[in-house]
């Protein structure tokens, strides 16, 4: 598709379990970011991925959270023992990403609303 | 500490009439700033853009000023319209630099018929 996909688009799981979320940026996109919105919060970012450069993980609320992505095309954002605060909707986002402010522009996907239980 | 703030959670106002949407930064280093909006069960989508190195940049309905002295932005839409109801998010960056925006918390716009 011409935009970013997220995957899955919901997910209910158990506190304590792991969960894995997929991003498929838009193709030629080096820059992918993943951000989350808790309930009447604005955006978090989590982690930004630019090329082959290594991740700013300055956002990452704590070792639980890992992401991955596999050269310029799809990541992985990855919670390990989830707690009930990491309900969210977790959103993904690519860009031109080559350090100008114009290629910036964020485009994202439409989120996956994370529910622990 | 919140480095962009949107302090209305909301705004409602009637179709037709302008709609100001409000944004204040504490970094003096932020030279880029964004507004995205987002409809329910959506991704944010890019709205408008202004460079540090101005103070206005119009498209169509909607138009960001910035004042770097007060450290303060904001939208204008004319008219607003039904369509127009979202969240608006204001975001910043250290322009020529890689990294993430900084967000700010959104502001729900309602414009009624």
């Known amino acids: 598709g011409a935009g970013v996909s997220q995957s899955p688009s919901n997910k209910v799981t158990e506190k304590g379990k792991d969960v894995e979320l997929r991003c498929d940026p838009i193709?030629?996109?080096?820059?992918l970011y993943w951000y989350r919105q808790r309930l009447g919060q604005g955006l978090e970012f989590l982690i930004y991925?630019?090329?082959?450069?290594?991740?700013?993980k300055s956002g990452l609320p704590s070792d639980r959270f890992s992401a991955e992505r596999t050269g310029e095309s799809v990541s992985t954002l990855t919670i390990q023992r989830t707690q009930q605060e990491d309900s969210a909707v977790y959103l993904c986002?690519?860009?031109?990403?080559?350090?100008?402010?114009?290629?910036?522009?964020?485009?994202f996907g439409s989120g996956t609303q994370l529910s622990v239980l | 500490d919140q480095q962009v703030k949107q302090n209305s959670p909301s705004l409602s106002v009637q179709e037709g009439r302008i709609s100001i949407l409000n944004c204040d930064y504490t970094?003096?280093?932020?030279?880029?700033f964004l507004w995205y909006k987002k409809y329910p069960a959506e991704g944010p989508t890019f709205l408008i853009s202004?460079?540090?190195?101005?103070d206005k940049n119009e498209d169509g309905r909607f138009t960001v000023f910035l004042n770097k002295s007060a450290k303060h932005l904001s939208l204008h839409i004319v008219p607003s319209q039904p369509g127009d109801s979202a969240v608006y998010f204001c975001?910043?960056?250290?322009?020529?630099?890689?990294?993430?925006?900084?967000f700010g918390k959104g502001t729900k716009l309602s414009v009624k018929p």
């Open positions: 986002a690519s860009s031109l990403g080559y350090g100008d402010p114009v290629n910036e522009k964020l485009f």
């Open positions: 193709s030629g996109h080096t820059a």
């Open positions: 991925f630019q090329g082959n450069s290594a991740p700013d």
């Open positions: 970094n003096s280093m932020f030279d880029y």
């Open positions: 202004i460079s540090s190195i101005k």
């Open positions: 975001a910043a960056s250290f322009g020529g630099s890689q990294g993430n925006l900084i």
